[in-house]
């Protein structure tokens, strides 16, 4: 079975472009989350999809994040325009729903962004 | 915003010792994750602990969630270079939390000397 996917693996862009970042979550998981890891802190959730619909957006910075999951299959992170407090590590996990498994969130290797 | 508090946040260890680290919260947590990360990949489920009390193994990792339900342990026993890596502990809050919303640790850096 694959795991979650993410694309690109790395990213690097100017202060003020556009960056589309995908996230392909293990079949059949209906459960997405979007999380963060800027240099030096925490990781931390910016917002969680239970099939195509947005269960919890509460972590997403400003409006310059948009994430979609149309179908509620894969999902993409769309920054626009960046910023250089942006640069960071963006991981997305996924899990089954279902009580007792949902919580066991399986992540995939992140996208490294870098706004210049 | 909640907060875990992960310790240590480094460890410089030789091989075959035990490991031990930690993560305390004042809130109450109905959920402890452990995960590591190598270098380049994402975080990988180690545990999951839902019940507090509850001892878990994974080979030669354990782990415990409080009794208090504000924290949880990872030992590892026997350490191998392979264990090298960041461990990270994660929770969902009991209360004032949404399901699916993880907290994390800022991690203990584990390095093993040969």
């Known amino acids: 079975e694959a795991g979650v996917t993410q694309f690109p693996s790395h990213s690097v862009i100017e202060k003020g472009q556009t960056v589309t970042l995908r996230c392909d979550p293990i079949?059949?998981?209906?459960?997405l989350y979007w999380y963060r890891r800027v240099m030096g802190k925490e990781i931390k959730f910016l917002l969680h999809f239970v099939k195509e619909s947005k269960q919890d957006e509460s972590g997403m910075p400003n409006n310059r994040f948009l994430a979609e999951r149309t179908g509620g299959t894969y999902s993409t992170l769309k920054v626009q325009p960046a910023e250089l407090e942006d640069s960071g590590v963006y991981f997305c996990?996924?899990?089954?729903?279902?009580?007792?498994?949902?919580?066991?969130?399986?992540f995939g290797p992140g996208t490294r962004l870098t706004v210049l | 915003g909640q907060q875990l508090n992960q310790s240590p946040q480094s460890m410089f260890i030789q091989e075959g010792e035990d490991v031990s680290m930690n993560c305390t919260s004042s809130?109450?947590?109905?959920?402890w994750l452990w995960y590591k990360q190598d270098p380049g990949e994402g975080p990988v489920l180690l545990i999951a602990l839902y019940k507090a009390g509850e001892l878990t193994s994974n080979g030669r990792l354990t782990a415990q969630f409080g009794i208090t339900r504000k924290d949880s342990f990872l030992n590892i026993s026997a350490s191998i270079p392979s264990d090298v890596g960041i461990y990270f502990c994660a929770g969902q809050l009991a209360y004032g939390g949404s399901q699916g919303n993880l907290i994390f640790g800022k991690g203990t850096k584990l390095s093993v000397k040969p």
């Open positions: 809130s109450i947590f109905n959920t």
């Open positions: 996990a996924s899990s089954h729903q279902g009580q007792g498994g949902s919580n066991e969130q399986f």
């Open positions: 079949s059949g998981h209906d459960n």
